[in-house]
């Protein structure tokens, strides 16, 4: 059996094997380092104090075996139907069954040229007398688009989304002759709002990461958004504990910085499916009416009558239902057509509906505990509610927040005019975190400190001395000297896009007496928003300690 350090379980292509498994002479191949498995399906998994044992199956001549992997860290990045998370028992909270959609991949270049000519878009929601689906365009110029369709089983199965029905639905929805659809994919899938119980189980080896831990509507880009935050935030984690310098505990704070994100973009990803359904609404189509009926026929009187007979009725209902959007009903002249028109104008000047733009909610999202230290003066906020208004980000540098952003020189390259973000100023290929100081001797001081203490941890830490625009044109020898005898600094100077725009401190909400200490991850760990001064080796002690797992700020 061979050992490896973490096991991530993403690349399942076969279907699932109730059958009885062979064992595999594989057990005892070493694994390569980053090596991706494909075609293997996590099956079981053990665990003890030391490992965690995954036992996968994959097919080979036409045999299906298994193999046992041992790893320190298994990762379930498996997806909304997570089996990782079924056999760590690990329960998801929130609603079910929102929706249940059919989903088509097709290519059409005619398509891609007709939306580009003439209605250039991304998302096209349409609702017509004959069909409603909606159409999310991925390359207008290659013609590669997906379409939802609302599914109804069991009155409604696969086979009335056939490639050629398929086709046919495009025709109808697009209203407009199309030689060259090519359908590849069709597959059901079933919208929820649920986020896992825990994140992290047995003895900090098991994380769920990505739809695995949380799964919700798709209304505003936060899926795969949440997923890949999941993995930016364990990923630095991970790689310190294999390092030796922080604790297992590290892992720990992962689920509890990264759970109130997943309920908070679950919450704020059904308000906005909510908004966006209210349009088919004011149309007459209220989808929760439509899941209603459905409901009706599935469990009440319908539940009797025959399966054809159920599939007549619901077709009819809904077929009543589309033609509320005929021109007859849907006009000026109608009572009934000119209030819904009125209604919808007012959901989209009002800005009601779906809406695509979350600054604050992609970049503003903050870390309220876990590997950071608050400030001393933190109240922390209530848990905050979706607001289904639109809210700008607003850059500022308390602690568990994003590092923000703002264009700087680096000093040495002078003369060179390159321009980099104070994000580049974080690593990307390793482990180090990032100590931001004004030019000033007590901040010296205190990087001094950190450079001693991150020595002491083993924990690579550069520091940045950000100079105000204006004040220097070259690379100063003062912080060389000042920092003797730690090398891993660099100079930068603010590059400001007016004169008037804030300075890098005030763009903070600080002042340039103060520090800021930077994750891996670009998430601030820690900040002074005044001088250094006292005993600032203790100081950073305690900070590095706390952030790495090695001390709870209440012990
Ligand atoms: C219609 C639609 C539109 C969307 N639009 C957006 C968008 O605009 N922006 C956005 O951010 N998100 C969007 N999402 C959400 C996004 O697609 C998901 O959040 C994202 O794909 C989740 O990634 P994942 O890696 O966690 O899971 P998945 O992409 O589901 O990958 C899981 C992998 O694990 C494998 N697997 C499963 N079981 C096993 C097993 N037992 N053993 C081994 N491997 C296994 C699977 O084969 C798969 O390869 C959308 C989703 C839908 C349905």
Sequence with gaps: MEKI????????????????????????????????????????????DECVTATASFSKEGKLLTRKIQSKILIGADGAGSMVRKLVGIDLKGEKD???????????????????????GMLFFIFNTEVIGVLVAHDLTQGEFVLQIPFYPPQQNLEDFSAEICKKLILKLVGQELS??????????????????????????????????????PAGGFGMNTGIQDAHNLAWKIASLLNGVAPTSILATYETERKPIAVFNTALSVQNFRAAMAVP?????????????????????????????????LDGIFSIGRSQLSEFILNENNPLGSSRLAKLRHIFEEGKSLQLQFPAEDLGFRYLEGALVPDGDDVVPAPELPTGRRRDYVPCADPGSRLPHMNVKVLS??????????????????????????????????????????????????????????????????????????????????????LDS????????????????????????WRSKSRAVGDLYSKMKIVFSTVLGFESMNS
Excluded at 101 to 119: A, I
Excluded at 437 to 450: K, V
Aim: glycine content about 6%; charged content about 20%; aromatic content about 10%.
């Design 413 to 498: 390259n002078f003369p060179s005019e390159e321009t980099i973000s104070t994000l580049d100023l974080v690593s990307e290929n390793k482990v180090e975190f990032l100590l931001i100081i004004a030019p000033m001797e007590e901040s010296y001081n205190l990087a001094q400190a950190a450079f001693k203490v991150a020595e002491e941890y083993k924990v690579s830490t550069k520091v940045c001395i950000l100079w105000p625009a204006d004040t220097v044109t070259r690379v100063q020898p003062g912080s060389k000297a000042k920092l003797a005898p730690w090398k891993n600094y660099i100079d930068v100077i603010e590059v400001k896009r007016s």
């Design 98 to 120: 929102l929706q249940k959609l059919v989903s088509v991949h097709f290519w059409s270049k005619d398509l891609g040229r007709y939306l580009l000519n003439e209605r250039p």
């Design 5 to 48: 350090h973490i096991l991530y379980f993403t690349n399942w292509l076969y279907p699932r094997f109730s059958g009885p498994y062979a064992s595999s002479s594989l057990d005892h191949e070493p694994l390569r380092g980053g090596e991706i498995l494909m075609g293997y399906e996590c099956v079981s998994i053990d665990t003890t």
């Design 502 to 525: 804030s300075s890098w401190w005030s763009t903070c909400q600080m002042t340039e007496q103060g520090a800021i200490l930077v994750r891996p991850d670009e998430h601030i760990a």
């Design 180 to 217: 060259d659809i090519d359908v590849i994919d069709i597959k059901p899938w079933v919208m929820h709002a649920e986020v896992a119980d825990r994140f992290v189980c047995g003895n900090n080896q098991i994380m769920l990461c990505g739809d695995a831990a949380h799964r919700f509507p």
């Design 281 to 313: 609404a004011t149309l007459g189509l209220d989808p929760t009416v439509a899941n209603s009926v459905h409901q009706v026929i599935n469990k009440g009187f319908g539940y009797i009558l025959p399966s054809g007979m159920q599939k007549a009725i």
